[in-house]
């Protein structure tokens, strides 16, 4: 999507979405990385993360995107979800004051489970739909103020805001030290299927 | 939930997990359900909270024991071989990509004659060792070299035993190991839980003898490898998989009844009122009392350290196998460490979990033994399970039971397990060289 310094080598950071469903989680994530947007959107049947850079100055931010896939029902998300997260952006819908009021029990979800450091994004989705509006955009950014998160009222239908908040988010990440350190080769030691690298020469993987 | 489904998977297990992101993957409509509020059934990992809750129902844990999130305590302590059927599942699945962590536990030790010594982990520590004696070495030697180099599909190695036919006792007895050898070999090598497999052909020991050789061989120190977090986070992945396909998951979902046609095939399950139809249905023994029966109890003590464990070389994760023989028994008694390393328990605490299959009346007297090599201990949880088995394969009824688990310390029967299930559900093979699903990542 952008123009990306090839010299720069990316840091890697997991971040999930979290919210009630039907609130555009999934139409955020494809807007953000492929420029996309369904009035109907089915969630991406076996993705199990979708990746995005954004250039930020000399760095490069590797967003690894973790939708919930449908596991936010039910009550039936499970803590490996957030493990390691770096970020979230949790998503409500502007016209529908339920699921603001679950975006509040999400982000006290994190705060209680997340990584004590993780940054994160409340995204007030379908402002394209304000004549419908029930959340006042006032009442969120004082929450999200009081909470110490970031705000944005967004729309995945017009794209206003949807890189935005990812690069809010980019610049409020620690860029020396990234928190998902998947990379440490002394603690991985089942590589990823095709990396050959972590593998002993000569033996065969299974 | 009312709707129909290929299958409906009941409880959260790790087995119940494995076939629930299988069929997904293979383009099954999966329901996925567990009374608890948490996932891992039996096979979970609990912070301190949680694990208060369940077996001291009221009290909360001391402060002094820091944060409850930052415990995830197994309940059924088992490690991974690295080289077995589970991390195979792993990698063919794709779930290695969900970000999991695997740690190598330091070392491998066995108990004898009132003393722990380390299991030999390479041909320096197999020359020094005081386990066996200088003759005794140069059997078990050649004895590993014939099972190194045995390979089913080549005869010239066979050496003229049919390894089905032959059983394992008189595979020891002409390599001339016998005694302390035969207990170390069979054992804390092969990790027979009984002296059983004397009698049996010799072909499951030699592959279990391999098995730990080659797991060995990968990674050094110890064959066994275990996920950060905890065993707790293997159900999720698979559970993770198999909504990424599709399949659709109700926790705090107690069961009804399971519903059945006139001809007894299932067809059904009811939950909280409604009815969700299916083709099948797959599910931890808890979930049909009426079809299984118990096969034994197993004994698991839980203790919470704030100190490694001496005898075992101050590791911060361990395997201790004390063989039956050395305490007048007829099953081992094992024993799993790990740490704050593994994030099982917050910095500076250990968790060390001491389990058997149980023999008497009085199982928390059975593994003494092992309790004393952990002292001083600072809290401990004390619990026996009944283990079961289906009493049907499924075929009648439709509904697939996996086996509770058992006191062994690895997941080999576990896999075996699913495998099983997986065929008998699906009436195919278990196709161990299918590539992981497509990744439709960016």
Known sequence: MNDINPSAKPVSFKLVLLGESAVGKSSLVLRFVRGQFFEYQESTIGAAFLTQTVPLGDAVIKFEIWDTAGQERYKSLAPMYYRGAAAAIVVYDITNYDS??????????????????????????KSDLSDKRKVDFSEASAYAEDNGILFLETSAKTAQNV???????????????????????????????????AEKPGKGCC | ???????????????????????????????????????????????????????????????????????????????????????????LTGVTRYNMKFLLIDGSYVYRKGKVYKVPATA???????????????????????????????????????????????????YGVS???????????????????????????????????????????????????????????????????????????????????????????????????????????????EKVRKVGQTIRVICILNHPVASCDNNKSFQLIIPQNQVGRKHDIYVCGTSFVHKSAPEGKYIAIVSTTVETNNPEAEVKVGLDLLNPILDRFVYVLDNYEPIEDGSKDNVFISKSYDASTHFESCADDVVSIYERLTGEKFDWSRAPPEQAEE
């Open chain 1, 163 to 197: 890189n935005e908040i990812f690069v809010a988010i980019a610049r409020k990440l620690p860029k020396d030290r990234p928190i998902t350190d998947k990379n440490e080769i002394d603690n991985i030691i089942i590589p990823k299927v095709g990396d050959t690298r």
């Open chain 2, 1 to 91: 939930m009312d709707g129909e489904y290929d299958v409906v998977v009941l409880g959260t297990g790790l087995t119940e997990c494995i076939i629930s992101g299988l069929m997904s993957v293979n383009q099954k409509k999966v329901l996925h359900l567990d009374r608890n509020q948490y996932y891992g059934g039996e096979s979970a990992s609990l912070p301190l909270d949680q694990l208060y809750e369940k077996f001291r129902t009221g009290i909360k844990p001391p402060e002094s024991f820091g944060r409850s999130r930052d415990y995830n305590i197994d309940l059924i302590p088992k490690f991974l071989m690295a080289t077995g059927k589970l991390v195979k599942i792993l990698r």
């Open chain 2, 179 to 289: 005694g302390d050898s035969i207990d170390f070999l069979g054992h804390s090598v092969a990790l027979h839980p009984t002296d059983d497999y004397l009698n049996k052909p010799a072909l499951d020991t030699v592959n279990r003898l391999k098995l730990y050789a080659d797991s060995l061989a990968q990674y050094g120190k110890s064959p066994y490898v275990y996920p950060e977090y905890g065993l707790g986070e293997l159900p999720q992945v698979f559970a993770r998989l198999c909504a990424v396909y599709g399949g659709t998951y109700m926790l705090e979902k107690p069961v009804a009844r399971i519903v059945y046609d006139d001809e007894g095939k299932v067809c059904g399950v009811e939950s909280q009122g409604e009815v969700a139809k299916c083709k099948a249905v797959v599910g931890d023994p808890s979930y049909f009392t």
């Open chain 2, 124 to 174: 320096m520590e197999v020359a020094t060792t005081s386990l066996l004696g200088m003759f005794e070495k140069r059997y078990v030697k050649n004895l590993l070299t014939y099972v190194h180099n045995y390979d089913v599909n080549d005869p010239k190695t066979h050496e003229n035993m049919d390894l089905t036919k032959v059983t394992m006792g008189e595979v020891y007895k002409k």
């Open chain 1, 100 to 125: 603001f009021l679950r975006a509040k029990q999400w982000v006290k979800e994190l705060q209680r489970q997340g990584n004590t450091n993780i940054v994160i994004a409340l995204a007030g989705n």
